[in-house]
Antibody, heavy 126, light 108 residues
Framework: EVQLVESGGSLVQPGRSLRLSCVAS????????MSWVRQTPGKGLEWIGF??????????AYAASVEGRFTISRDDSKSIAYLQMSSLTSEDTAVYFC?????????????????WGQGVLVTVSS | AIQLTQSPSSLSASVGDRVTITCRAS??????LAWYQQKPGKAPKLLIS???LLATGFPSRFSGSGYGTAFTLTISSLQPEDFATYYC??????????FGGGTKVEIK
């Protein structure tokens, strides 16, 4: 069974940084792209970015709203994906979901989200 | 960025009703559309990919159709467990990957 478990959410002051982690199990982590999606009551679901499998370069792509502030990385040896967030503002307050990109297990990816974690709340406030 | 417009934003329906939700893309996305179901307090679940491919675990009363810019999600006979919010998402042209605003299906 595929499981994605996020951690690291908290209350953080504006301008500060925070790192979220996503521990994956139940599949060959290294063969899949991983992504982060956030949700706010006012803006619905918003894609943040993804990281491809290393067999596809391990490269990343981001939404314009977080480009340059957020970084997605992965540690295939530990089956963990990370979301490093910096220069946080109140606009970043949301529930953050770790997701797995659709794929065939070869590293090739389909950019939709076939499995989701339970989500973790990040609140940016002074 | 490709914009997705869902309609209606909410609807009330009864058990057994046929329900149709529409998702329109601001430009052609071929069949690169996914649908998700989200229940309160839970993460979304992939419901349909490639516009019409039903995800594992969902019953056949759910179906998706469309190509290009117009897509529909149909629930042929609404069941109590189907009351949820449904989102579409395009993956033809990115970044960014984009979602529709959601359609909340409520009990009449």
């Amino acid at each position: 069974e595929v499981q994605l478990v996020e951690s690291g959410g908290s209350l953080v002051q504006p301008g500060r940084s925070l790192r979220l982690s996503c521990v994956a199990s139940g599949f060959r982590f290294g063969d899949y792209g991983m992504s982060w999606v956030r949700q706010t009551p006012g803006k619905g679901l918003e894609w943040i970015g993804f990281i491809r499998a290393n067999s596809y370069g391990g490269t990343t792509a981001y939404a314009a709203s977080v480009e340059g502030r957020f970084t997605i990385s992965r540690d295939d040896s530990k089956s963990i994906a990370y979301l490093q967030m910096s220069s946080l503002t109140s606009e970043d307050t949301a529930v953050y979901f770790c997701t797995r990109l659709g794929g065939d297990g070869t590293g090739y990816y389909f950019p939709f989200f076939d499995h989701w974690g339970q989500g973790v709340l990040v609140t940016v406030s002074s | 960025a490709i914009q997705l417009t869902q309609s209606p934003s909410s609807l009330s329906a009864s058990v057994g009703d046929r329900v149709t939700i529409t998702c329109r893309a601001s430009q052609n996305i071929d069949n690169a559309l996914a649908w998700y179901q989200q229940k309160p307090g839970k993460a979304p679940k992939l419901l349909i990919s490639d516009a019409s491919l039903l995800a594992t675990g969902f019953p056949s009363r759910f179906s998706g159709s469309g190509y290009g810019t117009a897509f529909t999600l149909t629930i042929s006979s609404l069941q109590p467990e189907d009351f949820a919010t449904y989102y579409c998402q395009q993956f033809n042209n990115y970044p960014p990957l984009t979602f529709g605003g959601g359609t909340k299906v409520e009990i009449k």
